[in-house]
């Protein structure tokens, strides 16, 4: 029927990425470094520049060697993707100023306010008047607080709900001119 071939085997080098590495896992917070293999024909002379596209929302990804000039032998890349954890520090409750004024705090002003309600009548006029106008900007600033009115509509502070969980499909790109190879990374944060 057929006979055997007797001609060598013939290794050609084809420009683009190995297969990439699977089952990676990273924590919300924390970053994940894993090796990727570029290769190029020789005499190609390609300097690829490399980019991630793809990463969860507040995350990214670095290179340890951004561009790189890869040979037919293969040359690895590290690439590491930091994940943002949730912040619980200065939470993000829109629309809510400073909570009520409590008893405490009411008692005490009103305290002040009888205390020098029974001083009135030794104090000239011009102070009097003087003393109700910060009196009442003093109250009103108290009540604005205690209401809720300073601060509605803004946030107390900076607060971030960290990368999603879940899996991401991270596009790994090398472009060198009009050549372009790229790879896709499963990654999963937990």
Known sequence: MFE?????????VVTGFAPAPTGLAVTAGQS?????????AAGSNFVFTL?????????????????VTPGPTGTAIKITLSTMGR??????????????L???????????FLATAMSWLKVPLRRRFAFSVCLAV???????AGCGAVGAGSSMGPSSPGTPTGPAAITV??????????TVIGVTVQ
Do not use: I, K
């Open 4 to 12: 055997p071939a007797d001609s060598p085997t013939v290794a050609m």
């Open 51 to 67: 980019s991630c596209s793809g990463t969860p929302t507040n995350a990214s990804c670095t290179f340890d060697q951004n561009p």
């Open 173 to 182: 790109t090398a472009t060198s001119g009009t050549t372009t190879v790229s």
């Open 87 to 100: 912040s619980n520090l200065l939470p993000d409750y829109p629309g809510h100023g400073p909570g009520p």
């Open 138 to 144: 003093f109250f009103l600033a108290a009540v604005m």
């Open 102 to 112: 409590r008893l405490l705090e009411l008692t005490a002003m009103l305290s002040t």
């Open 32 to 40: 994940l470094s894993f090796p990727l293999t570029l290769y190029a």
